[in-house]
């Protein structure tokens, strides 16, 4: 095993599959070896050259549509969006091509496409550079979503998407990439559709994402003494592993969801309500979801701040589901 950073470890997949399959390349803004502002593909291309590490002017419907047609035609390409927030200037390219056309043609097509980008707050950049908007991905049916919180989760589920035959949404955070975790030298893949419990607990469930799953176990250590919690992490939320997470409710009788997105509207309220409808007669209290205030991201630090859950807020989360 080794230690490795969270960047380190997309860069890693992404090289690695690139080596494993010519039909990989890359596409996007500010991709060239100095890997823009997070790094993800600083060297690929000096090493694999300007015919698969494609640069782009800031123009995310046609590189994205350019992207689904490259797929459409047998490649796999890989498409960087930088800051989630700017996915709504290639909707249509997402939701109505990326989505829908392998249904379309009855099967006849694949969309072999990964799309990597950043979301989340706490880099004070405000309300255009700051929203996780992993519910809106998840409702189109069709696309896969996949939300690692680790580097070995990261890794791991890169290699599977760029191996899966349809479209994949790959959302990173920005507070994540220079965080480290131990993983392995030999290749692995951590599948899409598998969940894993990241601290065993007795009392409560606590179903975190992306970089609330860091936040959720220092809550749970905070509240070792007095409340066992359970920390579940999806890593993907098409396909959801329902089951782990019910099993892990029936056990302990009691839901929390952790999100960053804001509370109203989020994917939250979708684990709630299947983990309902699963694990009815189990539930000791009213699951709830705690997530970002329903405000645009302010700039201020301090009002940032306030707006984002945090290891106090859930604290006191889990306390009032556990009374």
Known sequence: M???TFVRALNEALAEE?????SVF???EDIADGGGVFGVTAGMLSRFGKERVRQTPLSEAAFVGLAVGAAMAGLRPVAEIMYVDFVTVCMDQIINQAAKLRYMSGGQLTIPLVIRTQQGGGTCEAAQHSQNLEAVFAHVPGLKVAIPATPYDAKGLLKSALRDDNPVIFLEHKLLYETKGEMPREEYLVPLGQAEVKREGADITVVATSLMVHEALTAAEALAEEISVEVVD???LVPLDLECIADSVR??????????ACTSGGFGSEIVRRVTEECFDSLKAAPK???SADVPMPFSPPLEQAVLPREETI???????AA
């Open 2 to 4: 080794r230690n490795v």
């Open 18 to 22: 690139m080596e494993r399959d010519d």
């Open 26 to 28: 890359l596409i996007g």
């Open 234 to 236: 999806p890593r993907t």
């Open 251 to 260: 056990k302990t009788g009691r839901l929390l969801v952790v999100q960053e």
């Open 289 to 291: 979801v705690h997530g």
């Open 315 to 321: 604290i006191a989360a889990i306390r009032s589901v």
